[in-house]
């Protein structure tokens, strides 16, 4: 089988595995036409389809000869009302309509609402928003039985349909039971990734963080409540990368407050240096369509842009019609918006200071060279992932070649915007570590003979966190000879 030539593009592409796509021959395809990372939607599903996927990618990743990452994705708390007695109601448009903690089934007046813990926290003026966004209810007033509420938009509720409360943080733990079952789950199967759903506060990264121990897989905040914005800043501190998951935000939120809002995350994501995926509704048209349409388009540009370091394809590979033509797509839209001449000006009006650190001015300066020498790339020697992060924080004009001896952390970068990582054996000298670096960037195709190359490495050699070192490679042509 053919290995996957460098991608040619900076931005990643993440694809939701589903029925439409999760066998081997599906995902090969997936590969080859532009994505770098695979979900899997926790949501749906049971735990046996979700290992055989798994299962599939790495058969995959290893005859395509590229590291892929499987990011696994919780359901996280979902409110919902309980059942009624024709299986649906009407709400009247202005009417009133009661939530109530009577299990009895519901008719046009009531229905039971399953979740004691909203009723101590919900206030006159409040909303509640049920089937995404479909009905809209004001609170008229609430106890700890039950919430009256007026019907700003009426219409039909069915049974178990969910419901968001976007003016009120709810004291709901951030994993459910099912949550801690499929987060053991997917640790045990290797997950590079855990996307943790419905953060609102930093205390639900940190809950997370605690069930996952001492494991060393990265753990991704979806950004998807309004209460999560207010406390943006300290829930990227604590998380491994950020999704800006539009569609409950969507709900949640008036449709004109996302556009800004998604800049913002990207922007404070991109600052900290840790992968920023765009999520939901990309290109939703190709579920059914092999085209998108021309607002798609533009979404998905804006978000290449902005400098996010990976974009999200759902439910069009999951179980859409065309999969992947709904990659390839989203593979030439971010082709051509990186080959813009204005694309490098507009990526860089996020403003990145680097920390005092050495490290730091070293992977500033390694971009900096590339744009002053005109060099094929840069590689990087790292055991953790930390340069790589470093040096793609600041978008550098040339891919980024990461060489490193862990096969998890090769994974997990490939989400990271415009790196190719490799999993290699662990250098022991500054010889070694030319010699290799050279070989590996002509067998990649980082550069042909007379290319320059900018080298970044900790000494001692194996240490995590000692990048102290930047060095400026010429390639001669004849490094693959070498042994």
Same mark, same amino acid.
């Given at each position: 089988?053919?290995? %996957?030539?460098?991608?040619?593009?900076?931005?990643?592409?993440?694809?939701?595995?589903?029925?439409?796509?999760?066998?081997?021959?599906?995902?090969?395809? %997936?590969?080859?036409?532009?994505?770098?990372?695979?979900?899997? /939607?926790?949501?749906?599903?049971?735990?046996?389809?979700?290992?055989?996927?798994?299962?599939?990618?790495?058969?995959?990743?290893?005859?395509? !000869?590229?590291?892929?990452?499987?990011?696994?994705?919780?359901?996280?708390?979902?409110?919902?009302?309980?059942?009624?007695?024709?299986? $649906?109601?009407?709400?009247?448009?202005?009417?009133?309509?009661?939530?109530?903690?009577?299990?009895?089934?519901?008719?046009?007046?009531?229905?039971?609402?399953?979740?004691?813990?909203?009723?101590?926290?919900?206030?006159?003026?409040?909303?509640?928003? =049920?089937?995404?966004?479909? %009905?809209?209810?004001?609170?008229?007033?609430?106890?700890?039985?039950?919430?009256?509420?007026?019907?700003?938009?009426?219409?039909?509720?069915?049974?178990?349909?969910?419901?968001?409360?976007?003016?009120?943080?709810?004291?709901?733990?951030?994993?459910?039971?099912?949550?801690?079952?499929?987060?053991?789950?997917?640790?045990?199967?290797?997950?590079?990734?855990?996307?943790? #759903?419905?953060?609102?506060?930093?205390?639900?990264?940190?809950?997370?963080?605690?069930?996952?121990?001492? +494991?060393?897989?990265?753990?991704?905040? $979806?950004?998807?409540?309004?209460?999560?914005?207010?406390?943006?800043?300290?829930?990227?501190?604590?998380?491994?990368?950020?999704?800006?998951?539009? !569609?409950?935000?969507?709900?949640?939120?008036?449709?004109? *407050?996302?556009?800004?809002?998604?800049?913002?995350?990207?922007?404070?994501?991109?600052?900290?240096?840790?992968?920023?995926?765009?999520?939901?509704?990309?290109?939703? +048209?190709?579920? *059914? +369509?092999?085209?998108?349409?021309?607002?798609?388009?533009?979404?998905?540009?804006?978000?290449?842009?902005?400098?996010?370091?990976?974009?999200?394809?759902?439910?069009?590979?999951?179980?859409?019609?065309?999969?992947?033509?709904?990659?390839?797509?989203?593979?030439?839209?971010?082709?051509?918006?990186?080959?813009?001449?204005?694309?490098?000006?507009?990526?860089?009006?996020?403003?990145?200071?680097?920390?005092?650190?050495?490290?730091?001015?070293?992977?500033?300066?390694?971009?900096?060279?590339?744009?002053?020498?005109?060099?094929?790339?840069?590689?990087?020697?790292?055991?953790?992932?930390?340069?790589?992060?470093?040096?793609?924080? *600041?978008?550098?004009?040339?891919?980024?070649?990461?060489?490193?001896?862990?096969?998890?952390?090769?994974?997990? %970068?490939?989400?990271?915007?415009?790196?190719?990582?490799?999993?290699?054996?662990?250098?022991?000298?500054?010889?070694?570590? =030319?010699?290799? !670096?050279?070989?590996?960037?002509?067998?990649?195709?980082?550069?042909?003979? !007379? #290319?320059?190359?900018?080298?970044?490495?900790?000494?001692?050699?194996?240490?995590?966190?000692?990048?102290?070192?930047?060095?400026?490679?010429?390639?001669?042509? /004849?490094?693959?000879?070498?042994?």
């Amino acid at each position: 089988m053919a290995k %996957l030539d460098l991608r040619g593009r900076k931005v990643k592409i993440l694809a939701t595995l589903g029925p439409a796509s999760r066998g081997p021959e599906m995902i090969e395809k %997936l590969l080859r036409a532009g994505a770098d990372a695979f979900r899997v /939607n926790m949501s749906h599903g049971d735990h046996a389809t979700h290992a055989e996927t798994i299962a599939a990618i790495r058969m995959v990743e290893k005859q395509v !000869g590229r590291p892929v990452a499987v990011l696994c994705d919780l359901q996280g708390p979902k409110l919902r009302v309980g059942q009624f007695k024709d299986g $649906k109601a009407v709400i009247r448009h202005s009417g009133h309509f009661t939530l109530d903690r009577n299990p009895a089934l519901g008719d046009e007046h009531r229905v039971c609402l399953p979740h004691p813990e909203l009723f101590g926290v919900l206030r006159k003026g409040q909303r509640l928003l =049920i089937d995404d966004g479909k %009905l809209r209810l004001k609170v008229i007033e609430a106890d700890m039985d039950h919430i009256l509420c007026s019907a700003e938009v009426g219409g039909i509720i069915s049974d178990r349909k969910g419901v968001n409360v976007p003016d009120a943080v709810v004291p709901v733990p951030a994993l459910t039971d099912k949550d801690r079952r499929d987060l053991a789950f997917a640790l045990e199967q290797g997950a590079d990734w855990i996307a943790l #759903s419905f953060v609102q506060r930093p205390e639900d990264v940190a809950e997370a963080r605690k069930l996952m121990g001492r +494991s060393t897989t990265a753990l991704m905040a $979806k950004i998807e409540k309004p209460a999560a914005i207010d406390r943006l800043e300290e829930i990227i501190e604590l998380s491994d990368g950020i999704m800006v998951a539009r !569609g409950d935000l969507g709900v949640e939120l008036n449709p004109e *407050e996302v556009p800004p809002l998604q800049k913002r995350i990207v922007a404070a994501t991109r600052r900290s240096g840790k992968p920023v995926v765009v999520a939901t509704q990309m290109l939703e +048209s190709m579920i *059914e +369509s092999p085209a998108p349409t021309r607002a798609e388009v533009s979404d998905v540009a804006n978000a290449v842009y902005d400098g996010a370091d990976a974009v999200m394809l759902s439910a069009e590979t999951a179980s859409g019609a065309w999969p992947v033509e709904a990659v390839t797509i989203m593979h030439r839209i971010a082709c051509n918006v990186e080959n813009d001449p204005g694309f490098a000006e507009r990526l860089h009006f996020t403003q990145v200071r680097p920390d005092a650190t050495t490290a730091d001015a070293l992977a500033q300066a390694s971009a900096t060279i590339a744009q002053t020498v005109m060099v094929a790339g840069i590689i990087v020697f790292t055991g953790s992932g930390s340069t790589a992060r470093r040096v793609a924080r *600041e978008r550098p004009d040339v891919p980024i070649m990461v060489l490193t001896p862990s096969a998890q952390i090769a994974r997990r %970068l490939a989400l990271l915007w415009g790196t190719h990582a490799v999993q290699t054996k662990d250098i022991g000298s500054f010889e070694e570590m =030319i010699a290799k !670096g050279k070989r590996m960037a002509l067998r990649h195709g980082f550069g042909t003979a !007379g #290319s320059k190359l900018v080298a970044l490495a900790g000494v001692p050699f194996g240490t995590p966190g000692s990048t102290n070192l930047l060095h400026v490679v010429t390639l001669s042509g /004849n490094e693959l000879k070498e042994r």
